[in-house]
């Protein structure tokens, strides 16, 4: 292909891609009837659906800045033909940023119904992961709990001494100094401060975002948590779509699918038949939620994920070279002894509801006699333990299974590439919003934005014919 013919060709896509762009627009206005009430009071404002395009279609480009993305406003004409030749200022864009993002999970909705009307999946299979992104917050624009109990005695009780002024953070030291509030309005402040701590468990506060949550990031050469948003995903395996996308404080994936299941529920409008997560998600809170939907849940367990990676350790005692036989109830050691059980015992309840049951399997009289003493185990005789519930158990065997090994292997495929298209294509970790709420929305337009281009591809591998796609969107958007 000359250089010509393939300027051509990318010209005709980026043309495609707008077209069904604003074609997708249209149909979420039409499809969930969201409509804007206007005063008669005043300058008109620009067109909803308009600037949504806008900036929709900016983000489709991977353009986030407000400033870029009016300039494109202006003077490029894709950008002046999707969005009917409106110029707004890179204040309005903003404002429409701020006060509309959440529309983008309707879009978002309405992409994946379009994907299962039109037969490029059936959202069978949902591959579930967490990502973590820093928030839009200085590492020296913080203040600890220690220096906000310092402060408050400042001006409650009695000034500080000049060493203990010194031992304040330098965001505490510029509070102190600070001559634009009063004392009043500083002890309020003060207060305020000491309150969110409380409310996150933690002993230090950004300052630019309250939201955020100190997180522990996978970046290399990152020693110490930073100020971070839990970004939850749920992929569908067949397709590679979004299907939802959850921001939360908690550092932690261990309880974290009924909320974002509950958000794909609602985008699908229908139920996939099967999770995958990883071992971390393995815990009775989510197990039980899935369970009571009849959805299959293929979560591994430590020992699984070790043995399905082919990362066994090396000691040879260890507890992932001890087999159970389901059928006898006994544990077999590497030497082919039985251990039986010993008995079973009440574990403690785990956070959101549910215990297991702690069972211990031991042989003394084989340990007694075994060769391996001090090797194997250094006191008596060796115990294996292992916490089971009804729905654990039918979780483990399932993924024990050939079909579950199977079903499982296609999660890798669906969810490592998610995290560095966000952080290294769209920059997220760099763009100025703060706010729980105002990143949970920002996700719903990245997300949008992603799941258009992979439509857009997904209809060219498939060869389908994109103006028949969109007289299909046309019709689903009316029904």
Not at 81 to 87: Q, R, T, Y
Not at 92 to 105: A, E, H, L, M, V
Not at 116 to 145: C, M, Q, V
Request: net charge neutral.
């Amino acid at each position: 292909m000359s250089d010509k013919s393939r300027e051509i060709e990318e010209m005709e896509d980026e043309f495609q891609l707008m077209y069904l762009a604003s074609t997708i627009v249209d149909g979420t206005f039409n499809f969930f009837k969201i409509e804007r009430k206007i005063s008669n009071v005043g300058k008109p404002p620009f067109d909803l659906k308009d600037m949504i395009k806008l900036i929709f279609y900016g983000y489709i480009n991977k353009i986030t800045s407000t400033v870029e993305l009016a300039y494109n406003a202006k003077y490029n004409h894709l950008y002046n033909l999707i969005s009917h030749a409106i110029e707004p200022s890179d204040r309005t864009i903003r404002d429409y940023c701020k006060y509309f993002q959440s529309i983008y999970q309707l879009i978002m909705s309405f992409i994946l119904i379009v994907a299962s009307r039109i037969g490029l999946t059936d959202f069978e299979h949902i591959a579930i992961d967490g990502t973590i992104k820093k928030a839009y917050n200085s590492p020296f624009n913080i203040i600890k709990e220690k220096d906000i109990s310092l402060l408050i005695r400042h001006y409650m009780v009695e000034e500080l001494t000049k060493d203990e002024i010194k031992q304040l953070r330098r965001t505490a030291r510029k509070f102190l100094y600070d001559k634009s509030k009063t004392d009043e309005e500083k002890v309020d402040i003060l207060f305020y401060w000491w309150h969110l701590l409380d409310y996150s468990g933690q002993v230090s506060l950004a300052l630019n975002d309250y939201d955020a949550r100190l997180m522990k990031i996978k970046d290399k050469g990152q020693k110490y948590p930073k100020f971070s948003f839990n970004i939850q995903l749920g992929t569908d395996t067949k397709s590679k779509l979004i299907c939802g996308v959850n921001v939360v404080q908690n550092p932690t994936d261990h309880y974290q699918i009924p909320a974002l299941m509950n958000q794909i529920l609602t985008n699908l409008n229908t139920k996939p038949n099967k999770i995958s997560a990883d071992t971390i998600y393995l815990t009775l809170a989510n197990l039980n939620y899935l369970d009571n939907l009849g959805i299959s849940a293929l979560i591994p367990t430590s020992q699984q994920n070790r043995e399905n990676s082919g990362n066994l350790p090396d000691n040879e005692f260890a507890i992932d070279y001890f087999d159970f036989d389901e059928y006898k109830n006994v544990v077999i050691c590497p030497q082919n002894q039985e251990l039986t059980l010993d008995g079973t015992y009440d574990a403690p309840p785990e956070k959101g509801g549910g215990n297991k049951i702690k069972a211990v399997y031991s042989n003394y009289k084989a340990c007694n006699k075994c060769e391996f003493k001090g090797k194997c185990f250094t006191k008596n005789h060796r115990t294996i333990t292992r916490y089971i519930h009804e729905v654990t158990y039918k979780v483990e065997r399932l993924m024990a299974s050939e079909e579950g090994i199977k079903e499982y292997k296609l999660r890798s495929k669906t969810v490592e590439a998610h995290n560095g298209t966000f952080k290294r294509i769209y920059h997220y970790d760099d763009i100025p919003i703060t706010g729980l709420e105002r990143v949970q929305n920002l996700m719903f337009t990245i997300v949008a934005s992603y799941n258009l281009i992979r439509l857009f591809n997904l209809i060219k591998i498939n060869k389908m014919d994109l103006f028949s796609v969109i007289s299909s969107i046309r019709f689903i958007s009316l029904m």
